[in-house]
DNA sequence: TATGAATGAGGTTTCATTCAT
DNA sequence: GATGAATGAAACCTCATTCAT
């Protein structure tokens, strides 16, 4: 028999033998729950089929009927994280606020859901080349989600005049600033002996906003 | 029987049963090459010390002459490409300019050198945390000097009043720096059909700059 | 992930990833009947674990789901020995006899008894020591339980007048008798080709009770 | 080129390229004394051939000049722990003394030289049957030195009138003692914590001695 | 739907021995 | 005679995955 069900948690599709999709998810998220801490601690070759399905409560047979792979356990992971780190930003979204402050809001508010996810940040960085190219893109445009909201906060101020800045320089600025937010997370070894969290984001927005605004002090 | 020999080939040493200092670099040189490329296309995990071994072009029973075990290659490997990415930068550094020019060049150069080694830098990224802890802070340590090389153009330009910047966040900008540089590697997916190696240079070095210098548009 | 099932197998617990506790007897019995007859023939250290698989039926995999170690396989071959031992002496006592009945009976079957386990018990002379520490004391106490039933034979007939022995001699002569019986073990390259097994006991008994016995010809 | 040359150290020829039969012996004494302390500590098979080399003080190319195998060296410690107990015992034999206290007194130099090499005796138990067939009839046929001297004895003492003894238990008496004096080595476990090297001496000697004595009380 | 015993390919590492220098 | 680098078969053990119950 081969693996047909549809259990959806995410654009790819992951083979099941579960026909009730309410019970591939409430499973599912059970197993990312418990593969998230593990690979974050050993690693996701370190980390043993068998230790998942310790973690998460059921046996090893059962795991199997709600993926297909070990690999599908590193992608619904990853995904999963991506997916929270996007939704932790859009609490601050969409308040009719000045591009400026909005800016300011939103990479606020990013790098302390990175702050309260580093691990989880490190462990993108660290094991996303360990997916299957397919399951490696989907993460990344969710990924890309992310930068998507910044370049429309840039271009905004553009438009209304606030920023000061080259129209085509919009998606680099926008990508360098998501990259400056998890660099709290992925040179935490550097940075957290250096500034307190409070401080990083003061200072980043800080020099971030000096280039932004015209020329005024921040 | 302990391995004894003192092979160097940086600031840990790792144990050899072969006692010809000279032989000892030429082999573990032959590692390196051989496993950062193995490392690069398989990821560290997924590559065997056997195909280590076949790459290097000698024994099995040869390769553990010169290593004890295959966290040793991974910590060589790691070590090496940061020495690698350091002597590149190396080149444009001493020469008696302006530091708006040493900066402007440095960063050219640090960026040049990381698009030439981008799969090495990308794995550094993800393999570092398989490593030792101590054996982690040294090849962090190596990481940390390029980040002081730009440290000291800044706090430079700030004593000759080129750099407008508050000396507090000398550090911080010199993180950022590094980070957006090593960005080409690890955003490749993002960056490489949207800009040339030398849009990228041009345009980050203008957003830096006009970040730096006062209030002009460069 | 840590082995953690509890099967019982004597005083030391060694783990196993299955948890049916009868199975793991099952399956430590044939290990044990298969290692033993490798490790008599070969050796422990020449005897591979793949062999003992083979041997036991099942493949390498299925081998390690009942033990953790190669030296785990020793440690029940060898308590099993002893256990066995133990258990063949048992059934000549308990009955109402004299004491230098109950000896002269007693030894006869410790040398039948290691007569038909010969090699085994050679083994035990020849591969305790590759054991832990903590295991060697466990074969070692089983061992010594031998001892302790002809120490009691000897203090009844202490008590009862039919030895003459210093009191403060017993123990040391328990352990004698029991090193003579089992030396038609470990010196049979010395004794077998001069004296039957029945020769032996015979001997061995008259000159033993003519040094027990007060004074009189045996 | 096969080894030929005859290096003597005992009755087996063990092939060496070196012609100069001094040096063999003296190198041969070198690896004896290295060897024997690493197998007492690590067993034989734990032992590793450049290991014995390094402790031998001269490299692993030159320890196979003088042997073929890592078994000859087995052979060689094996053979030389013999020879050595057999010497120590020669010390006080020879003497005109009544059989009696020639008997005394040979049992205790055995012991007090078994004591003084217990480990030595302890890898004889164990690693002996290690050896080839052939080799390990040459160490057996040494030991078996031991015991004639104490058989040899008994025969006197028997001739003499001085012991009470069927003549044709003489063998297995000789082989009792030899391995009595042995067990303070072999169950040395279950004997230090009880008696000193000197009330094992006189315990055992008393015992024995009212075995052979005329029912007199020793 | 859930279980967990069974599988075996394949991973890392060791080490006795050789042989060119 | 001495050296020690090279070899590679083979050792122990792991673990993703299956499938009968």
Redesign the interface.
């Known amino acids: 028999m081969v693996k047909g069900g549809e259990g959806v948690s995410g654009p790819k599709k992951i083979p099941t033998f579960v026909k009730d999709p309410r019970l591939v998810e409430e499973r599912r998220d059970q197993i990312i729950r418990a593969a998230v801490d593990l690979f974050i601690s050993k ?1 996701f ?1 370190k980390t ?1 089929t ?2 998942i399905a ?1 973690a998460s409560k059921f046996s090893i047979g059962t795991l199997y009927e709600y993926i297909s792979t070990k690999e599908d356990i590193l992608y619904l992971v990853c995904y999963d994280i991506n997916r929270r780190m996007r939704e932790g930003l859009e609490h601050v979204l969409g308040r009719a606020l000045p591009a400026d402050e909005e800016l300011r809001l939103a990479f606020r508010r990013l790098v302390e859901v990175i702050d309260a996810m580093d691990d989880d940040v ?1 462990l993108i ?3 996303t ?2 997916l299957t190219r397919e399951a490696m893109h989907d993460v ?1 445009a969710k990924e ?1 989600e992310i ?1 998507v909201v910044f370049a429309d906060i840039l271009k905004r101020g553009l438009q209304e005049g606030v920023f000061r800045l ?1 129209v ?2 919009v ?3 926008a ?2 600033i998501v ?2 937010a998890e ?1 709290w997370a ?2 935490r ?3 957290r002996h ?2 307190t969290l409070e401080q ?1 984001i003061e ?2 927005t ?2 971030l906003l ?2 932004l605004l015209s ?1 005024e002090r921040v």
Chains 1, 2, 3, 4 share one sequence.
């Open positions: 690693g070759h043993t068998r230790e310790q490190l960085y660290q094991e080349k360990s990344l890309t930068t080259d085509q320089d998606d680099l600025m990508e360098n990259v400056l660099m992925f040179r070894w550097a940075l250096k500034y990083y200072r980043q800080r020099l000096s280039e020329g």
